[in-house]
């Protein structure tokens, strides 16, 4: 479809890069600043909704900037405009409702780095659009940079070809703890009531099994969760058969409050870890926040994280099947 005169001016932004010829994040502007407003925008996406949803394909990311959305009213218009399904967070993140399908992106300390992942990575179903809306930008740090998820694959079967195919075959396990009550003073503070929305005990074990995973009580009252075997990569339709980085293993491995090892209990060696992890902060885009910015992640093919911030930040999110 041709871009008409009134539709959308292609421009760039902070950070971007060419990943095997496609530009991430693809950056949509107003034509003219005079059409930089809600009621424009949402006219173009009402006649542009399948183009833009192959474009969100093909360039995993697309970034909406110069149309001065000011509030979650207006961002739920845009996500409403497209007609995609809500998918229900699920997960340790603190988050709240703010209105109809938006909510807080995670609410844990600002001074902390929220590690790179697919969103809902772990679950049955997960959202394939994760769209951010930034109403304050921080004044400094706070960055949402995400990756090319099939480059993480790429380069560790370069070179770690053994490990990974290990890993594939024998699948992964993942333990998850959660605390019993709210904590606020940690981003994984999400107690288990709030997380599986059920202070009861026998309630809580019947979600956490509908989510296909199995459980330990703890002595602390806490809730000791464990997945597996999960898939190390996945392939997805119309993503040109890459490999999806589709796990979790680097934000879990070895931590306070999580595990992950193979499905068959052999350690994940820690150099494979290490080097994971530096591999996927060179293949990052350090996505940077104007105020009124509204950025569609395809969650199939990108991670995505939060950089420590000063405050203030405000940065809404909903999430789309
Ligand atoms: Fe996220």
């Known amino acids: 479809m041709e871009f008409t005169r009134k539709d959308f001016k292609v421009g760039t932004c902070e950070g971007q890069k060419i990943v ?23 006219m173009i996406l009402e ?50 409702h703010i209105y109809k399908r938006i909510w807080t992106a995670n609410e844990g300390p600002l001074s ?18 994760v769209i951010l809306f930034c109403e304050v930008p921080p004044p400094e740090g706070g960055q949402t940079p995400f990756v090319p998820s099939f480059r993480v694959t790429e380069r560790m079967l370069e070179e770690f070809p053994d490990a990974v195919e290990e890993m594939e075959k024998k699948g992964l396990r993942y333990t998850f703890t959660a605390l019993s009550n709210n904590d606020t003073s940690s981003m994984r503070g999400r107690g288990w009531e709030d997380a599986f929305g059920t202070s009861d005990k026998a309630e ?8 296909g995973m199995d459980l330990e009580w703890l002595p602390n009252g806490g809730v ?10 996945k ?10 980085w589709f796990n979790t293993v680097v934000g879990m491995h070895g931590k306070e409050y999580s595990s992950a090892a193979m499905a068959d209990g052999t350690e994940i060696p820690n150099n494979v870890v290490k080097r994971c992890e530096q591999i996927i902060e060179e293949e990052s885009i350090q996505f940077k926040w104007e105020k009124g910015d509204v950025l569609f992640f395809d969650n199939l093919a990108l991670l995505h994280g939060r950089r420590p911030s000063l405050p203030p930040r405000k940065v809404l999110v909903a999430t789309c099947k």
């Open 224 to 233: 000791k969760t464990i997945l597996g075997p999960r898939s190390l990569t």
């Open 204 to 211: 809580a074990e019947l979600r956490i099994k509908a989510l």
């Open 235 to 244: 392939v997805f339709d119309e993503r040109d058969g890459r490999r999806m």
């Open 20 to 42: 095997h010829g496609e530009t991430m994040p693809l950056v949509l502007q107003p034509n003219e600043p005079e059409l930089g407003n809600i009621d424009n925008l949402l």
């Open 112 to 129: 902390e780095f929220i590690y790179y992942h697919h969103e809902m990575v772990l679950f049955k179903d997960h959202p394939k659009k």
């Open 47 to 96: 006649k542009k909704r399948e183009w833009f949803e192959q474009m969100l394909i093909k360039n995993s990311a697309i970034l909406l900037r110069g149309f001065n959305v000011k509030n979650a009213e207006e961002f739920n218009d845009i996500v409403e405009a497209f007609g995609w399904d809500d998918i229900r967070y699920v997960g340790p993140a603190p988050r709240t």
